[in-house]
């Protein structure tokens, strides 16, 4: 696969004195803009095709993000006739589940309302694969033209109307707890951008097995550079040397990369198996945090070789301790242009987001180690280290970019 080739090379170019891998990108978040409109999302997985009436009168039909927009509240939703029910406020992550309009928490996934509705929307996707989005038949709309309330007891009249099969409870309560886990853990990252945060809350794409390899060697290698920036900045401060590069780049851009990588690795890997070219093993991409993961320890030899050499380079000196910053982001930046390359052709828009993301943040840290270098009197920067990486066509203003990354002397 292509990532264990690039490891082999990046390996070899270390081992000449001048190479890495993985680094990444900035987590700046953007302002949200204020609108007076209220707009959200329909979801379990995001619901096509169905009707809401807004509080001022007008009417609309979902669309394949489960979007909805209103001037005011209450917003109502129905399928034809048969009403599923309504909000009265929003919540502030734009979501509408069946929890939401049966008026329960959303951890109350085994409500005996809330499960009935769960089932029967999922019953009547079009191509019956809920992970891609549920949008609602032709057939059933034109079925359910009664004016009526949804009522629990009623699903399988509704499901015989409609001409569908009801989907399983236990399958339809774990795919709801797996929607509604899926917002919340992108709710829970506070540094995530909001387009980042609009990508991701959209329905699944389908992607290429290479694809999927690359999303698990993806958290493997911003893991990886977190860990040693952070390891490199501890050593070279305890010798009374401050390298805030370092610091600034691990825990307010690596952190928040390792999660929008842990995110995407959520919503498209649910079974080991997806992997066929790495290990998992005690890694757990969805729930762990950078500080229960071990430091420096991996269950992929390349990258653990990797770790250990870029540790003993960048220990060495000041200026060693840049030099790894600079080959780090260089060869991420390439090795994210070709899993761009792969995410296009698997139209997997949200992927792209995010891979844009992270290479936007490697060409601002990119500068940030190139300006600390120049800042010790080495004047080509980066450029010292040879033409592979010397890059002055990197942008310096990336969208992602940190303030944080901006502030060094006479960077831009």
């Known amino acids: 696969m292509k990532k264990t080739i690039t490891s082999s090379l990046l390996l070899f170019s270390l081992l000449s004195t001048t190479a890495f891998f993985s680094g990444c990108s900035d987590s700046s978040s953007s302002n949200e803009t204020i609108d007076s409109t209220v707009s959200g999302q329909l979801v379990d997985s995001y619901l096509e095709n169905v009707d809401y009436l807004c509080g001022e009168g007008a009417e609309g039909i979902t669309d394949i993000n489960g979007t909805f927009q209103c001037d005011s509240l209450p917003v109502s939703f129905k399928i034809s006739g048969l009403k599923l029910g309504e909000i009265n406020s929003l919540n ?3 979501q509408v589940f069946p929890q939401d309009l049966v008026g329960v928490p959303r951890s109350d996934t085994n409500n005996r309302d809330v499960v009935a509705m769960a089932r029967f929307l999922q019953s009547c996707d079009e191509d019956a694969d809920r992970k891609n989005g549920i949008k609602i038949r032709a057939q059933v709309k034109e079925s359910l033209q009664e004016e009526i ?11 015989s109307d409609a001409n569908v099969t009801l989907v399983d409870e236990v399958e339809a309560i774990a795919h709801l707890d797996e929607t509604t886990h899926m917002v919340e853990s992108i709710e829970s990252v506070d540094k995530l951008p909001a387009s980042l945060k609009e990508a991701l809350l959209t329905p699944a794409n389908t992607l290429t097995q290479e694809t999927k390899n690359t999303l698990s060697y993806m958290g493997n290698e911003e893991r990886l550079t977190y860990d040693v ?14 390298i805030k590069q370092l610091t600034n780049i691990a825990t307010k851009s690596e952190a928040t990369h390792i999660q929008a990588v842990q995110l995407l690795v959520q919503k498209y890997i649910t079974d080991v198996n997806d992997f066929t070219n790495v290990t998992l093993n005690n890694l757990d991409y969805i729930d762990a945090t950078i500080t229960e993961m071990p430091t420096g320890q991996y269950n992929i030899e390349s990258i653990q070789t990797l770790y250990d050499m870029l540790i003993t380079k960048g220990e060495q000196s000041q200026q060693d301790a840049l030099e790894v910053g600079c080959m780090v982001e260089v060869v991420d930046i390439n090795d994210l242009q070709a899993d761009l390359q792969l995410a296009a052709d698997s139209n997997a828009s949200d992927v792209v987001t995010v891979l844009e993301f992270l290479r936007d943040g490697s060409y601002s840290h990119y500068w940030s180690f190139d300006q600390g270098l120049k800042n010790m009197g080495v004047t080509e920067g980066c450029c010292s280290l040879g033409e592979e990486y010397c890059h002055p066509e990197y942008p310096q203003n990336a969208s992602g970019s940190e303030e944080t990354h901006g502030k060094q002397k006479g960077k831009h």
């Open 149 to 159: 309330e949804f009522n629990s007891d009623d699903i399988d009249a509704y499901a």
């Open 92 to 94: 502030s992550d734009k």
């Open 229 to 242: 920036y952070s390891t490199l900045y501890a050593i070279h401060a305890a010798n009374g040397t401050e």
